[in-house]
């Protein structure tokens, strides 16, 4: 597994030190996953980012999230968070081939039932697996998250996709329930699940 780590933070928690990628890197490196880490400070620097996704199996952001859309340039917000719309972001990937990989969105409100974050799993767009917080998230219950779910998928050489809920299951009776993965299935319709 090979992981594309964006981060994409708000001036705020620069200023305070709150970096989950830099978090995550030191995870990923204690077991021994292959992955780049890019801090993302622009939009010009997250689609270039974006056009080497070839090469990675998941994609992991750090970022302000909502159920609108994705901050993607921590300077030039016109609101607190959803500078692009998850339509906007799923355009980015126009031309990209996504067949089996996995996306990580590690912001707030991006799961929940009413975000439009679900595109990204379309057979438009095409990414297998979206996972995503659908509540409000702490960064400290955040890096955890993800540290276990990095932790428990490591194990699994390569992981099915019963081991991925299984894992997101797992993650929701440790942390409360706020964690839920979009899964296109064969026959094209979108499961939103909490694990198994």
Request: with cysteine.
């Amino acid at each position: 597994m090979k992981v594309l780590l964006l981060e994409i933070p708000s001036d705020d928690h620069s200023f305070k030190g709150y970096l989950g990628g830099k978090a995550i890197q030191e995870m990923l490196d204690l077991l021994k996953i292959d992955y780049d880490y890019r801090l993302i400070l622009s939009k010009k620097y997250l689609s270039k980012s974006l056009k080497t996704l070839h090469d990675y199996d998941v994609l992991h952001i750090e970022c302000h999230s909502d159920e609108k859309g994705i901050s993607c340039d921590p300077y030039n917000r016109p609101t607190p968070r959803g500078s692009m719309t998850w339509e906007d972001f799923a355009n980015e990937f126009h031309g990209i081939d996504l067949i089996g990989k996995q996306l990580i969105i590690s912001g707030c409100l991006a799961g929940c039932i009413d975000s439009g974050v679900d595109i990204l799993v379309s057979k438009k767009v095409g990414f297998r697996r979206v996972l995503a917080f659908e509540e409000e998230i702490d960064f400290d219950k955040a890096v955890a998250v993800w540290g276990g779910f990095y932790y428990l998928i490591s194990q699994k050489n390569p992981p099915s996709p019963r081991d991925f809920a299984f894992v997101v299951g797992k993650l929701n009776e440790c942390f409360g329930g706020a964690l839920v993965y979009l899964v296109r299935l064969r026959n094209g319709k979108i499961r939103r699940s909490q694990g198994i």
